[in-house]
């Protein structure tokens, strides 16, 4: 069964500080790795990853997937409070749009 | 461009009814995915339908199902809620394609008592 675990679970942290977010995953059949934002209900798309070692950045978030050791990482630099969220980490490998999501990391940025 | 919307943003019912949840997806969208939302499992893939088809399934009881009608639009059906149904319930939208990005909606929060 295909897995995704995210840690740390929860993150407080202050306004300016860099935080690095973690995803590991066990898949059968790799398609893509995604990161997404959830403030209050709606999940918003951030990144979507596909080859190891490709940086991609979206002004003060980057991520980077690494599919020899099976883990994605999620920076966000310059931390600001509208940063407060769930990050969520999900692949895709189930074909198409069967996506399997990790239970999320709850990051709170403090003034 | 509108995005996904559901109906009802909220739900309460009892244990033993039924509840049908609707989803429309962003103009243009074929493929439909369903989720459950809860705080101890996270989000969890429900089922996804394309083209008025189930194509891809997760690991939930036959009382939860869908389908999908001509314009893309999406319905999902539980029948005898149980308490542990109680949840938000997202639908998320996206061209169907492999490795499209998915599109959510805001979800439904159906609490059964």
């Known amino acids: 069964e295909d897995k995704v675990v995210q840690s740390p679970l929860s993150l407080v942290v202050h306004e300016g500080d860099t935080v690095t977010l973690n995803c590991s995953y066990e898949?059968?059949?790799?398609?893509?790795l995604l990161w997404y934002k959830q403030e209050k209900k709606a999940p918003t798309f951030l990144f979507m990853l596909?080859?190891?070692?490709i940086e991609k950045k979206s002004g003060r978030l980057s991520s980077i997937l690494d599919k020899k050791e099976l883990f994605s990482i999620l920076n966000i630099t310059a931390t600001q409070t509208g940063d407060s969220a769930v990050y969520l980490c999900?692949?895709?490998?189930?074909?198409?749009?069967?996506?399997?999501f990790g239970i999320g990391t709850k990051l709170q940025v403090i003034p | 461009k509108a995005g996904v919307t559901q109906t009802p943003r909220y739900l309460i019912k009892t244990r033993g009814q039924q509840v049908t949840l609707s989803c429309s997806p962003i103009?243009?969208?074929?493929?439909v995915s369903w989720y459950q939302q809860t705080p101890g499992q996270g989000l969890q893939f429900l089922f996804e339908?394309?083209?008025?088809?189930?194509?891809n399934k997760g690991n939930f009881p036959g009382r939860f199902s869908g389908r999908q009608f001509s314009n893309s639009r999406s319905e999902m059906n539980v029948s005898t809620l149980e308490l542990g149904d109680s949840a938000l319930y997202l639908c998320?939208?996206?061209?169907?394609?492999?490795?499209?990005?998915?599109?959510f909606g805001p979800g439904t929060r159906l609490t059964v008592l």
């Open positions: 998320a939208s996206s061209l169907g394609f492999r490795e499209d990005t998915q599109y």
């Open positions: 898949v059968t059949n790799f398609r893509s």
């Open positions: 596909t080859s190891s070692g």
């Open positions: 999900a692949e895709n490998s189930g074909g198409y749009q069967k996506v399997t």
């Open positions: 103009s243009g969208h074929r493929s």
């Open positions: 339908y394309f083209s008025e088809t189930q194509r």
